[in-house]
């Protein structure tokens, strides 16, 4: 792809599905791990670099005038990774799904590990496959609201809290920055659309509507954009 370079010894290390999953990244948004700015191909061309420690490796993404497509050696690197992992596993975020019909309350959810490998080439990225089996659809953007997930449910908090179970299965429990108008319209409902998938870049708020729904659509594209309408309740955080 124009805009993303990939040195050999870089593409050796990747898988074909990784790349794709960075390339995702570039065209949507991403942070340089050089720098730490944000960047978007083609405005800013992107080079996948490979960071390794020992038998942990960690591909990311550089401005290409930052760092060059290579792999580098960084110690110390894998108890960095697990330590974040541990500490913050994903990203909500509030919004409202611009679907035919008016828009709706959507919860977005992006995992912050990505195509990560240990050692044995194991992927870490897993999530979109695992929530397709736990009942949730393939989305195809934002324009159509996608059909209920049966067991899924969104927990809100007074005070900020959220928690998302699937099938008996928790899958986050943690904070959510939403207003008034979406809680209440959520509350009307007594649902909400949520919609998952890596890539989203839910850490850097769109700029514009139009950018939200690009976003979307680039990780649908890549078939990584996973969905559903869920039961959602209000819950009294002094229970
Ligand atoms: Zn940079």
Known sequence: MDGVLVAPEVAALVSAEDLELLRTDAVVSYSCVACGEAGRVPQRPAAVVILRDGLFSLAKLAHSGCAPSSVYDVPGLQARVLAEAEATTSRVAAAWLPVQGGPVPALLFEPVTRAA?????????????????????????????????????????????????????????????????????????????????????????PATAGEFVDRLAAVAAAGRLVGGVITARETDPSR
């Open 117 to 205: 490998v240990d050692g044995d080439g194991e992927r870490v990225d897993g999530l979109a496959s695992w929530m397709l089996a736990h009942g949730l659809h393939l989305v195809a953007g934002a324009a159509v609201e996608p059909p209920p997930a049966p067991g899924w449910t969104a927990a809100l908090d007074g005070a900020g809290g959220l928690i998302v179970t699937a099938p008996a299965e928790l899958v986050y429990d943690g904070t959510l920055t939403a207003d008034a108008s979406w809680r209440a319209a959520v509350a009307a409902r007594g649902s909400c659309v949520l919609i998952a998938g890596t890539g989203l870049a839910l850490d850097s708020a």
